[in-house]
């Protein structure tokens, strides 16, 4: 007589868990659910290494080469089966941390009070991952950012007041693990002589958007006005792109456009002579 014995699996299931990618010299944890009474096997292939312990139900793990392993575990516990299991981790290059920022400031041409200035961004090392962060501040909070502040370049409309000072403050945040901050603040330079600009420049003009917020049409009034110019306008989106032209400072039709922020550049003798935020409804 045959005697036949049913074999079932040889292991139970389980899982690691951890990341699936760690850098070069980076050290991560990995683990497994633990058993009472269970003991524990850890193991790595590749481009790690285990540091320290290797009979617990976690494991500290160490990127040595750049490429691909495994990170494999086994529980057992005398009467049960044993729960075998492995990861495939990618070991990726480290990841570059920025070591400085600054800006450098498009002097081309000789400024004007109330011309666009353009900055910047320098970062060391340039091929560093993170966010970009602009801010300004001047006495009198008449100088205006145009665009977005989170890009490597970053464009005000400076103050029309004589002797304003202007702040340009940059925030650089790594991407990294470690997160690092670096910043550069410093005065920008503009031409303070009004004497130097031409006239619809130097002669300082207020201009006031009614209504606003408005949601079809938009009006343009201004005191002092040089009508030795014709005054043009342009709306830019909060994001920089050009919306709308037109030459006329009155019931300006602004229907179409969709709802946000907008900043509206006055233009006269091809020069902007001010910038002023709108709100669409």
């Known amino acids: 007589m045959t005697t036949v014995a049913q074999i079932g699996s040889t292991t139970s299931k389980c899982s690691i868990n951890g990341p699936s990618s760690i850098e070069e010299n980076q050290s991560v944890t990995y683990s497994i659910t633990s058993a009472n ?10 481009g790690l290494s285990i540091v320290g312990s290797n009979s617990s139900s976690s494991v500290q793990v160490q990127g040595t080469n750049e490429g691909t392993g495994k990170v494999c575990v086994t529980r057992f516990k ?6 075998c299991t492995c ?3 990618a070991i990726e290059p480290p990841c570059v941390e920025p070591d400085s920022i600054t800006w450098i400031q498009d002097i081309s041409i000789p400024y004007c009070m109330g011309d666009i200035l353009e900055f910047n961004a320098i970062l ?5 991952p993170g966010t970009y962060s602009w801010s300004i501040t ?8 145009i665009g977005p502040t989170n890009t490597s370049n970053l464009k005000v409309q400076s103050s029309p ?8 403050n940059l925030t650089f945040t790594s991407s990294c693990p470690s997160g690092k901050v670096v910043t550069y603040s410093d005065f920008a330079r503009y031409n303070e002589s009004p004497g130097e600009c031409p006239p619809a420049r130097s002669n300082i003009t207020k201009y006031y958007l009614s209504p ?3 949601r079809n049409f ?8 040089d009508d030795n110019y014709e005054n043009t306008v342009e709306i830019f989106s909060s994001s920089g792109e050009s919306v709308l032209k037109s030459n006329d400072l009155e019931n300006i039709n602004v229907s179409e456009l969709k709802k946000g922020i907008y900043f509206i550049q006055i233009i006269s003798d091809q020069k902007v002579i001010e910038t002023l935020k709108w709100i669409k409804e």
Do not use: R
């Open 87 to 89: 990861n495939t981790v």
């Open 124 to 128: 060391l090392p340039s091929d560093a």
């Open 218 to 225: 938009l009006n343009i009034s201004t005191l002092g006005k």
């Open 78 to 83: 005398n009467g049960q089966v044993p729960c």
């Open 37 to 46: 009474g269970s003991s524990y096997f850890w193991s790595v292939t590749g």
């Open 138 to 145: 001047n006495n009198y909070n008449t100088t205006q950012i």
């Open 212 to 214: 606003n917020p408005s």
């Open 161 to 168: 007041i004589p002797g304003d000072g202007l702040v340009v």
